[in-house]
């Protein structure tokens, strides 16, 4: 079965998102999402400043098999964006909760409450491979 | 091995120097270079040889079953390639008088009323040079129709998740906003989905039939019901054109516009980009806005349509007469079938996927819609394989080339896990449909007890299995010396 923390929130369109210390968010792709996609080779990461709505597609990654978008899990302001995965696309591949894509700054911090836990995400993965 | 790598220093091939051939003396000094263009000096024997070579480690259709389809190339009767290379039509100039080409135009003509005939719609322009120049017309001519009747507001252009990837990417090209709706378990359109989808802002749909899921819109007489009621018009994407050809018309169940894809039903080898032609048929209504060139017919003379009779029309999309190597290969395919032969592509290219689904359903391949008729082509998902022997769809594929057969398509479509889609087409016979579906047993069977085979796979081929991923990431495209 998938690895999937229970220490992340999750959207049904398979992005990770961690909240920081500091108020922040980080967000990424889960370890089942790159499984389906397979190795990566090209990653889009959104531009510092750029203010995301909700579920706006903001990055894109790669993968021999097929082109995807990541969307914002959640509205805000893009504060950093991880140069190292766009580097190296197979770090994602490696260890998908350690390549972070890109942190936001919430609009509205309680947006996170919306998300999906661990238990729900697994839910949602087992229902879509029918 | 690069040709580059043959080259010797001052190795040539005599040959194609021209003879006596004037130099190009007047240049002015300083546009011209100092340094010898990094070019393979290479006999002629050793390109011949290079290339030859080159040609012997590739699957194509004249040497291995192809179950890629007609998505990709199908077989294309040798007969339709030596009849559109007649020295009358190849030679002829693109800008000479109409009255000297009468015999190609007529050929056009022609074309296009068969055309129009086997789909059932009014009228059909060979303007379009490609499937996605096709869907561009195509949209084009339904915002040209809006915007005649100053019906602005439609704004939406609506798409099953089951279409091809290029309608979205068409629709957002003509400047409308794409809908996506979802598809039900069975492979069909969500109608509740479409019907909330639908209002004063639908522009038209455009619907991929049989869609990629290798299934026939069980609803699609009901889809177009529902987008006409709301205004919109609807677009017929024929790329799979193949499995309904002469069966049923997209014409008579009331779409306004589609586009074909010559190059694939309608035999003309390509690949790699190219060279297409995708005419677009459409209903009356759209008629006055059909792009240029085609073919009108007065009193047995033909003629291009001009720019200036045709005022609401698109626009010119094509230079001269459209692809015509590619328009006239589509002719002779079509005049050697007629209307029976067919209708006859499509019954075999059904009757050949049902069969080779039936006989991998037997051995206990599972079918992504088994409850479904496969239309020209079926889907096998290999995710419970996967799950138990971890053999991904990709490592299975790689080991069918060892037993001799180019691999079915992988990973597409995206909304089935795992999958293999397999197209056999209609000229493939019984034998080698059989023989196809043992060598898919076969590897099944290594799967399941040898899965380090399969997974290494293929043994047998002049290359081992090639890292996808570093290809990707490291592109190495361009030979320089060492």
């Known amino acids: ?130 | 091995m690069l040709i580059f790598e043959h080259a010797h220093p001052g190795r040539r091939a005599h040959a194609q120097a021209p003879y006596n051939a004037p130099l190009a003396d007047d240049l002015p000094a300083d546009m011209l270079r100092q340094t010898p263009p990094l070019l393979p000096e290479t006999s002629e024997l050793d390109v011949v040889r290079h290339y030859t070579g080159l040609s012997q480690k590739n699957f194509s259709i004249d040497t291995q079953f192809y179950p890629l389809g007609s998505c990709t190339m199908k077989y294309n009767p040798r007969a339709c390639n030596s009849l559109a290379m007649l020295p009358q039509f190849l030679n002829r100039h693109p800008l000479a008088a109409e009255e000297t080409g009468q015999g190609f135009l007529a050929s056009m003509y022609e074309l296009q009323e068969m055309l129009k005939e086997v789909t059932g719609m009014a009228a059909v322009s060979m303007a379009p040079m490609a499937g996605a120049h096709g869907e561009f017309a195509g949209v084009a001519m339904i915002r040209a129709y809006h915007d005649a009747r100053g019906d602005t507001a439609r704004r939406e252009i609506i798409v099953p998740d089951a279409a091809h990837g290029t309608n979205p990417a068409t629709a957002t090209m003509c400047g409308y906003v794409v809908k996506e709706i979802p598809t039900d378990r069975q492979g069909n359109v969500d109608l509740d989905a479409l019907k909330a989808a639908v209002g004063p802002q639908t522009a038209g749909l455009m619907l991929t039939n049989p869609s990629t899921l290798g299934v026939f819109e069980k609803t699609i007489v009901e889809i177009q019901k529902i987008v006409h009621e709301a205004g919109g018009l609807s677009y017929y994407d024929g790329a799979n054109l193949n499995a309904i050809l002469g069966r049923v018309r997209p014409g008579d169940m009331g779409f306004d516009v589609i586009h074909m894809n010559l190059h694939k039903t309608f035999s003309t080898p390509h690949g790699g980009g190219g060279p297409g032609a995708g005419p677009v048929g459409v209903s009356e209504r759209l008629q006055p806005f059909l792009p240029i060139p085609y073919v009108l017919s007065e009193r047995e003379f033909y003629r291009w349509a001009t720019e200036a009779e045709v005022p609401h029309s698109i626009g010119r999309m094509s230079a001269f007469g459209g692809n015509m190597g590619v328009l006239l290969r589509a002719y002779v395919y079509a005049r050697m079938l007629g209307g029976r032969g067919m209708q006859r592509v499509a019954e075999f290219a059904a009757l050949n996927a049902n069969y080779l689904a039936a006989e991998l359903k037997k051995v206990g391949f599972e079918l992504a819609f088994p409850e479904r008729r496969a239309s020209h082509e079926f889907i096998v998902t290999l995710k419970k394989l996967k799950d138990e022997t971890g053999i991904s769809a990709m490592d299975f594929a790689k080991r069918l080339l060892d037993y001799g057969f180019h691999a079915p398509t992988t990973y597409f479509p995206m909304l089935v896990p795992e999958c293999l889609l397999i197209e056999p087409t209609e000229t493939e016979s019984k034998e080698t449909l059989d023989a196809f579906a043992r060598a898919m047993l076969a590897v099944k069977r290594e799967a399941e007890s040898q899965p380090d085979l399969v997974k290494s796979a293929p043994h047998k081929l002049p290359s081992r299995r090639l890292d996808d991923g570093k290809a990707a990431r490291e592109l190495d495209l361009v030979w320089k010396p060492a």
Request: hydrophobic fraction near 45%.
């Open chain 1, 1 to 130: 079965m998938s690895n999937i923390p229970n220490n992340l929130k999750y959207t049904k369109s398979h992005e990770w998102v961690r909240l920081e210390a500091d108020g922040s968010v980080a967000v990424g792709i889960t370890q089942h999402a790159q499984d389906l996609l397979g190795d990566m080779v090209f990653v889009e990461t959104p531009v510092v400043g750029r203010e995301l709505a909700a579920g706006e597609e903001c990055a894109v990654v790669e993968s021999v098999k097929a082109a995807s978008d990541v969307y914002a899990p959640i509205a805000g302001v893009v504060l950093a964006a991880n140069a190292d995965v766009e580097a190296s696309p197979e770090s994602i591949n490696q260890d998908a909760y350690a390549a972070w894509m890109f942190t936001l700054k919430p609009a509205n911090a309680a947006d996170l409450d919306g998300l999906l836990d661990a238990a729900g995400y697994e839910a949602h993965v087992a229902s879509e491979s029918h």
